[in-house]
Each structure stands twice: as structure tokens, then as C-alpha cells.
Antibody, heavy 113, light 112 residues
Framework: EVQLVESGGGLVQPGRSLRLSCTAS????????MSWFRQAPGKGLEWVGF??????????EYAASVKGRFTISRDDSKSIASLQMNSLKSEDTGVYYC????WGQGTTVTVSS | DIVMTQTPLSSPVTLGQPASISCKSS???????????LSWLQQRPGQPPRLLIY???NRFSGVPDRFSGSGAGTYFTLKISRVEAEDVGVYYC?????????FGQGTKVEIK
């Protein structure tokens, strides 16, 4: 069974950093691109970023709202995709999901002083 | 950025009756590779999103056949042939043709 489990969320002050992880199982992780999405409280879905598989260079794409602050990486040996979030703002608050068609349950990030 | 506009934003339906949601994109979603990367997702209350349909009309694994997608270019439709209680939630269209990927505002499906 394909499964994605996000972790690493929590309460963080504005300007600080947080690293989210997405641990995959049930499929050959290295063959797939991985995406991150988020959902602010009571709002719709927003795409955050994307990392291609190594076959396609492992390159990344980001939403304008996070470009330069967030970095997506992958460790195919551990089947983990990561989202490094720096210079966090209150508007980054929400539930963060990883996905490769199947979605994880999400991890909550709250940016507040 | 491609703007995705869904209608209606709320859809009260009777159990067993059909429901339909429209999604219009601000520009064509036909990719240079010839595919149209338009997906539909369902988000039940308190749950993460779930992929229902990809590339306009392909049902994802495990999705009941009462869900169907259609359309082309800039206009797309999700239809539920007979609404069941478990279909209550918010439905989003999403384009993956061009970065940044963008979503419609969401359509809330509820039972009358």
C-alpha cells in the first residue's frame, strides 16, 4: 500500500526555520517526482513546490510566495522528501501535505510569536 | 499564472441525484507534449485531499465509477452520477500543465 507520512510540524516564531519530512513507503520512491502543498486554516489548497526524480535531474520548482525561503530535497536511499522552510512568516501557517498523486495526512505548521 | 475558476461554489444535492461542477482555466491547459494536465481532487471534512481524476478523465486507483471527468482546452467538468453520503466535501480542480500549479477555489458539495 502506498503511504506518505509527513512530520516535523509545530509552533515556530516568525523569522525562524522548520524542516518537514515526508516518509514514503509502498512504492519505488526514486522513480517519482514529489510535491508539497499547503492549506491555510479554512482556506483552499496551494501548491508549494515540486522535485523531479533523479532520472529527470532532481530539479525543483517553487511557488513565488516561497521561492528563496523554502527548499525541497530528496533522499532516495531513505525514501524521504524534505521541505526546509526558512524566514517563516505568519502567512505560512497551515497544514502541509506531500503528494505523488497519493496524499499524506499532513503536518500542521503554526507561525506565531 | 493560470487562473482556475470553479462554478458553483456550493452545490446542495439530493442523495441519489447527479451533481456537476465546472472548472474554467484562464488559458488552454494543453501541454506541449499533447496532454492536458487537469485533475480533480476531493477533500472530505477533516481529511486530506484525495486525487479523483487526472488528465481530464482518468479515474485514479480506487475511485468509484460514479465519478467522471470531461472537457478540453479551457473548460472542464466533474460529474457525480448518483451522489452518496460519503461524497460530501469540497472538490477542487487543479492544473499541472504550467508552473505554478494552481487550484480552483473549491466547490462544497452537501446533501439537501
Amino acid at each position: 500500500e502506498v503511504q506518505l507520512v509527513e512530520s516535523g510540524g509545530g509552533l515556530v516564531q516568525p523569522g525562524r526555520s522548520l524542516r518537514l519530512s515526508c516518509t514514503a513507503s509502498g512504492f519505488t520512491f526514486g522513480d517519482y517526482a514529489m510535491s508539497w502543498f499547503r492549506q491555510a486554516p479554512g482556506k483552499g489548497l496551494e501548491w508549494v513546490g515540486f522535485i523531479r526524480s533523479k532520472t529527470y535531474g532532481g530539479t525543483t520548482e517553487y511557488a513565488a510566495s516561497v521561492k528563496g525561503r523554502f527548499t525541497i530535497s530528496r533522499d532516495d536511499s531513505k525514501s524521504i522528501a524534505s521541505l526546509q522552510m526558512n524566514s517563516l512568516k505568519s502567512e505560512d501557517t497551515g497544514v502541509y501535505y506531500c503528494s505523488m498523486d497519493v496524499w499524506g495526512q499532513g503536518t500542521t505548521v503554526t507561525v506565531s510569536s | 499564472d493560470i487562473v482556475m475558476t470553479q462554478t458553483p461554489l456550493s452545490s446542495p444535492v439530493t442523495l441519489g441525484q447527479p451533481a456537476s461542477i465546472s472548472c474554467k482555466s484562464s488559458q488552454s491547459l494543453v501541454h506541449s507534449d499533447g496532454n492536458t494536465y487537469l485533475s480533480w481532487l476531493q477533500q472530505r471534512p477533516g481529511q486530506p485531499p484525495r486525487l479523483l481524476i487526472y488528465k481530464i478523465s482518468n479515474r485514479f486507483s480506487g475511485v468509484p465509477d460514479r465519478f467522471s471527468g470531461s472537457g478540453a482546452g479551457t473548460y472542464f467538468t466533474l460529474k457525480i452520477s448518483r451522489v452518496e453520503a460519503e461524497d460530501v466535501g469540497v472538490y477542487y480542480c487543479m492544473q499541472l500543465t504550467q508552473f505554478p500549479w494552481t487550484f480552483g477555489q473549491g466547490t462544497k458539495v452537501e446533501i439537501k
